[in-house]
């Protein structure tokens, strides 16, 4: 299902003065799509998204959506919506107000306005605190009134700032599930802004990797971790070493290393438990950090301590070369 439009940026390009925040970025959602755009602080991420929203002008490119370049139209005319870091909510108007309030700028009527800002609060489940204001609220609770409010206009597209990055660790794992769920339900295509890979990998049908003002790599979650084109993107996405090989340099995934009788002499550097598996440390003769990753019972199988002495072993075929 998918209500949505697919959207097109194509050499987006944001200065700010003579700093380039954003340098001529192409890429292409499918509409439906729950898309994470990621990547460390400063990387251009909220500038990318403020474009597509029409709250930033583009310097340069044009942002496009079902096959109309929206660059130069404000906000309120694009078909798209915003969800801010800090949900922006309006501290005197009541919940059902924030809500309704896109919509009394365009000038509806109460009955009108009001009946479809009950329809989105009953979608996220406060309409029981429709009359209270937002310093009566939990973190969690403001998250969802500013989401309800972004949907009110019913974009083709939602774009979300680090939506999730005020909430605590227990309530931000919830609320992303939620909003996977409203995704999917709404078929509109989400852009969720976040510098946590983990998120990212749990939310994104589809990533877009940043860095340095520029997209490293974009593709299927799946495709962006499992083969990192970039040294850049392999460390960043976690769970691989990147090691220098035949002159370039490989990734390898931390989870394909094993503990063998012969291989590359090493001592192990440290040992975190973590439940279902275990994450080791290891440092080579030559003074290389190596990552490892295993099952729980295969550990504690053969246990390892910080100090020991290992070789470490991985099929060939398992290394991924890295572009230069
Ligand atoms: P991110 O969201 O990935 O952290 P931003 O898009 O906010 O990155 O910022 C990208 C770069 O542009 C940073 O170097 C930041 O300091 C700069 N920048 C962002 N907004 C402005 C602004 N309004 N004026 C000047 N520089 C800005
Ligand atoms: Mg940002």
Redesign the pocket.
């Known amino acids: 299902m998918s209500n949505g439009y697919d959207l097109e940026l194509i050499n987006v390009t ?1 200065k ?2 003579d ?1 380039l ?2 340098d001529r970025i192409n890429a292409k959602f499918k509409a439906g799509s729950y898309v994470c755009l990621l ?12 474009m597509i929203a029409g709250h ?1 002008t583009v310097t340069d490119g044009s942002v496009v959506l079902d096959g109309f370049d929206v660059s130069h139209l404000p906000p309120a005319k694009r078909g798209t919506a915003m969800m801010f870091q800090n949900y922006a909510l309006f501290p005197h108007l009541n919940v059902r107000d924030n809500v309704a309030f896109s919509l009394r700028m365009k000038g509806e009527d109460k009955p009108s306005r009001y009946a479809r800002a009950n329809e989105l609060l009953e979608m996220v489940d406060l309409t029981a605190l429709a009359e209270r204001l937002p310093a009566q609220l939990s973190g969690g609770q403001q998250q969802r009134v500013a989401l309800a409010r972004a949907l009110v206009t019913k974009p083709k597209v939602l774009l979300l ?2 939506p999730l990055s005020a909430l605590d660790p227990f309530l931000r794992i919830r609320m992303r599930a939620e909003l996977k769920k409203l995704q999917r339900e709404l078929g509109i295509t989400f852009i969720h ?1 976040t ?1 946590g890979q983990d998120e990212a990998l749990a939310l994104g049908d589809e990533l877009v990797v ?1 860095n340095n ?1 520029v997209i490293e790599q974009s593709g299927p979650a799946r495709e962006v971790w499992s083969a990192p084109k970039t040294e850049f993107v392999a460390r960043f996405m976690g769970g691989h070493n990147v090691i220098a090989f035949e002159g370039g340099k490989v990734a390898l995934r931390a989870d394909d290393i094993r503990f063998e009788t012969t291989g590359l002499a090493a001592t192990i550097t440290s040992v975190e438990y973590q439940g279902a598996h275990v994450v080791l440390n290891a440092r080579t003769a030559a003074g290389e950090d190596v990552l490892a990753l295993m099952p729980d019972h295969k550990f504690f199988d053969t246990p390892k301590n910080p100090g020991d002495a290992v070789m470490l072993a991985w099929d060939e075929g398992r290394l991924h070369r890295l572009q230069a």
Do not use: I
């Open positions: 944001k700010y003065g700093a925040a954003v990547g460390p602080s400063g990387c251009g991420k909220s500038s990318t998204l403020r930033e700032d680090e802004v510098h940043m003002a």
